[in-house]
């Protein structure tokens, strides 16, 4: 990745730094709408399915759509944008997120709602692949570590900022339209973003020569898409053949996605990273850990509104606390990785674990009679252990790697972070839902299946590289 933007940056006169700032403004705006329209639905999803019907199922269709559709064309929307040219792609991505956030906001069914949340996802991958590349033709080299070091309090204050702007949205119940209002403010957002870009980015023709495996793309899209109707049609409707029959045509398609990254010219994933025991170690640590963590996260919101009775606005505050350690772990961890490696990564998990069992606790012995302030230590605590793994378990992965391979690592990083997201709401929702799904019981069993998770990540952490990439090199 270096070496790539060295060479864009040998090859581009910058433009100015007042205009490096507006871009790298932006680039950031977009990243904000992805991020923002990624967690929403965590808050809103009852009142949606309220509003709609489609009950549990629409519940846990809302959050994973978004994040499957991202997650299986993150890596297909880079390799497009490098083909066709990035201003291109960002602008194409960004006009079709922001008019599939119109057809969220006026969806009259939940299918359509789905639907609409499926095409906004899969625009969002259109644009976020091309921003780095952006950052990387427009900052010169030896400056443009001040932009990058923007991105993390950014998207920390939008991952704290954005469920609790939704629930007050859903709550203030604006021109009596409810919950659509949270998307409709994207037409405002990303048309003044649109407008932006279209002004500020830089012209690129892009390298037709780039190959785009469609073939693998669409492979991944119907595993995930079999895999996951599969577990919410078994969750909404009873597990009887059709789930059954879901779940065993994913595994078949994923069988043959893994024939085509051997056999294409072009696969997704360099073959030669999914041979190195510490990358494809940290793959599979992040699709746990991450689908363990994204089902906490909505368990935790279904179980503030409909175990303990709250408004979404009021869920939404209750859960500050864990996106305040998030943040505060992130700024905290940002110098550690250098000195720890992966042993941060292992205090990340173990603190994770501390704070779900200490939940699992106060659920367990005061069920919906537990207090808000109670919640505060618990969800603080599980915060820091996130803020501690997000980014240096994908820093350690990447420290066998070998530079040309960056590129491609991070780009499957990514990718799998936003399938171990859709995945990991719809399995633990699942559970939620299997076991009641109104009370204190099914919040303490998809508890007790998270920590189970992350107590079983620990003893693995010890088959990533020790150091992330600058360090084990040295």
């Known amino acids: 990745m270096t070496q790539i933007l060295h060479d864009a940056n040998e090859k581009t006169e910058h433009p100015s730094a007042r205009a490096r700032w507006a ?3 932006v680039v950031l705006a977009a990243d904000v ?5 990624g967690t929403i639905t965590n808050i809103a999803a009852p009142t949606i399915a309220h509003d709609l019907g489609g009950g549990t199922a629409l519940i846990q269709w809302l959050g994973a759509s978004y994040a499957l559709a991202l997650g299986v064309l993150l890596v297909l929307g880079g390799r497009l ?14 006009a079709g997120f922001t008019a599939a956030s119109l057809a969220c906001g006026l969806a009259p069914t939940p299918g359509t709602l789905v639907a609409a949340r499926l095409v906004q996802g899969a625009f969002g991958a259109l644009v976020i692949p091309q921003g780095f590349g952006i950052l990387g033709a427009t900052w010169p080299r030896d400056q443009i570590g001040k932009a990058y070091s923007l991105f993390g309090p950014v998207m920390g204050l939008s991952a704290v900022g954005g469920p609790v702007l939704a629930g007050f949205i859903v709550d203030a119940d604006l021109a009596g339209l409810g919950w659509r209002p949270m998307f409709l403010i994207n037409l405002a957002l990303g048309g003044a973003a649109l407008l932006a870009a279209a002004r500020l980015l830089p012209h690129d023709t892009g390298d037709r020569g780039t190959t785009v495996d469609i073939p693998g793309s669409a492979l991944l899209g119907a595993t995930m898409l079999a895999l996951l109707s ?7 409707h009873g597990w009887n053949t059709v789930p059954a029959l879901l779940l065993l045509a994913g595994l078949a398609l994923f069988a043959a996605f893994c ?9 997704l994933i360099r073959p030669s990273l999914l041979h190195n025991r510490g990358f494809t170690s940290g793959l599979l640590l992040g699709i746990v850990f991450f689908a363990a963590v994204a089902g ?5 919101s279904l179980f503030l509104q409909q175990g303990l009775g709250r408004s979404p606005a009021s869920a939404a505050l209750a859960l500050t606390p864990l996106s305040a350690g998030i943040v505060i772990a992130s700024i905290a961890c940002y110098r550690l990785i250098a000195r720890l490696g992966r042993r941060l990564v292992l205090i990340g998990f173990l603190v994770t674990l501390a704070g779900t069992v200490h939940l699992l606790a106060l659920v367990t012995v005061s069920g919906t009679d537990t207090g808000g302030w109670a919640l505060v230590p618990p969800l603080l605590v599980i915060g820091l252990g996130m803020g501690a793994c997000f980014g240096s378990l994908y820093d350690v992965t990447i420290g066998d790697i070998a530079p040309e391979e960056a590129g491609s690592a991070g780009g499957s990083l990514g990718a799998v972070q936003q399938l171990a997201n859709a995945v990991g709401s719809a399995a633990v929702t699942t559970v939620y839902f299997h076991t009641g799904g109104d009370g204190a019981h099914p919040a303490g069993v998809s508890l ?7 107590l079983l990540c620990c003893p693995l952490v010890r088959l990533l590289p020790p150091k992330a990439p600058d360090q084990h090199h040295q």
Do not use: M
Not at 230 to 236: F, T
Not at 296 to 300: A, E, K, R
Not at 448 to 454: E, G, I, K, P, S
């Open 448 to 454: 007790t299946v998270v920590a189970a998770v992350t």
């Open 81 to 94: 944008g490098d083909r066709y040219g990035r201003r291109r792609l960002f602008l194409t991505g960004l």
């Open 296 to 300: 906490l996260l909505y368990v935790v």
């Open 259 to 267: 024939h085509r990254q051997r056999t294409a010219p072009s696969p």
């Open 23 to 25: 871009i790298l403004g």
């Open 230 to 236: 599969g577990l919410i049609e078994g969750s909404a």
């Open 33 to 37: 709408l992805d991020l923002l329209d």
